[in-house]
């Protein structure tokens, strides 16, 4: 059996909801590509880590479907976890570092895959929705407090790989920062929290809490 560990980022004020991640800690023990995909659709989580060396932060994530050259939580939870100061992905390379409860990664907006942003008029309509059609990714989000920055959102992937709803996605919060120009306080699924704030030559910090589940 591949030892891996499970973390929960960007987990609420209490430590509860986050989005759970799969690291496997030793990426040498899987080290083809249909190996790591095959494991990360029996693991389920809806993102997977494969680290490929630890000392330089070198990761590889997957999906249950697919490979991905970046992704939010799995950038926050391992370099969490890892305790670098930066990740090195097939996207490029993610600064990282640790400030009191939260975990921050420095990423582009360029590096994230395309999303849908659909914006509502009021955080109950998010609340409502039903999970759409697959097909299309989907951000669908909404001001709480737009002075204060305070964003509900909710995320629906649309693949067919048993993700219906993303509890915590710090690529599309990524795309929603750099589209509003501003810092934003994300309270995301059932109570998932991941703050963002821009910075200078494109760049965009994301921060959570992150949890070491097992």
Not at 57 to 64: E, Q, R, S, W
Not at 68 to 96: I, K, N, Q, R, S
Not at 105 to 112: D, L, S
């Amino acid at each position: 059996m591949t030892d891996y560990d499970v973390l929960r980022v960007f987990c609420g004020p209490r430590g509860g909801y986050g989005n759970e991640l799969g690291v496997v800690r030793d990426g040498s023990v899987l080290p083809g590509r249909e190996d790591r995909q095959a494991f990360a659709a029996k693991l389920g989580f809806s993102e997977t880590v494969f680290v490929d060396d630890p000392e330089r932060g070198v990761i590889d994530i997957y999906t249950p479907t697919l490979r991905l050259p970046f992704a939010g939580h799995p950038c926050v939870g391992t370099a969490w976890l890892l305790d670098v100061p930066e990740l090195v992905t097939p996207a490029g390379v993610v600064g990282a570092r640790q400030d009191g409860e939260f975990c921050w990664i420095e990423a582009r907006a360029e590096w994230a895959p395309p999303r849908t942003l659909r914006q509502y008029a009021t955080a109950a309509e998010v609340d409502d929705l039903p999970v759409p059609p697959k097909g299309e990714w989907i951000y669908a989000w909404a001001w709480l407090d737009e002075a204060a920055g305070r964003v509900r959102a909710r995320a629906f992937p649309g693949r067919d790989d048993g993700i219906d709803e993303d509890e915590a996605t710090g690529a599309a919060a990524l795309l929603l920062t750099d589209r509003l120009g501003r810092a934003l306080n994300i309270t995301q699924g059932t109570g998932s929290q991941i703050l963002t704030a821009p910075q200078p030559e494109g760049w965009t910090e994301i921060g959570g809490r992150v949890y070491l589940e097992r």
